[in-house]
């Protein structure tokens, strides 16, 4: 089993700045790649970034070039450094691992609760 604790969403202002983290303990060794998706209301749920252990990253096109995702592999923890916020990226973000890839969704093995992110005009 692996806990997943998500932290840093909020509300910002268009323009501003988020840093969502999410750190991972239990069975966290088994981990190969970490990322989040998000889900705005009335829409699918969405990749916005992913990383794998070796550091290889993955981004949706709406997000490339404003978000950016690390991670610590000694704190088994990733972060996604959101700027340049905008109000369609008001969601809630969902912090997820995988033994393979979080590309593909039946990959994924643990969701995090999710976080809100809400960005005003």
């Known amino acids: 089993q692996v806990q997943l604790v998500e932290s840093g969403g909020g509300l910002v202002q268009a323009g501003g700045s988020l840093r969502l983290s999410c750190a991972a303990s239990?069975?966290?060794?088994?981990?190969?790649?970490m990322g989040w998706y998000r889900q705005a209301p009335g829409k699918q749920r969405e990749l916005v970034a992913g990383?794998?252990?070796?550091?290889?990253?993955v981004y949706a096109d709406s997000v490339k070039g404003r978000f950016t995702i690390s991670r610590d592999n000694a704190k088994n923890t990733v972060y996604l450094q959101m700027n340049s916020l905008k109000p369609e990226d008001t969601a809630v973000y969902y912090c997820?691992?995988?033994?393979?890839?979080?590309?593909?969704?039946?990959?994924?093995?643990?969701w995090g609760q999710g976080t809100q992110v809400t960005v005003s005009s």
């Open positions: 239990g069975s966290s060794y088994s981990i190969t790649a």
């Open positions: 990383i794998t252990r070796g550091g290889s990253t």
């Open positions: 997820v691992t995988s033994r393979l890839t979080i590309v593909v969704r039946s990959t994924i093995d643990y």
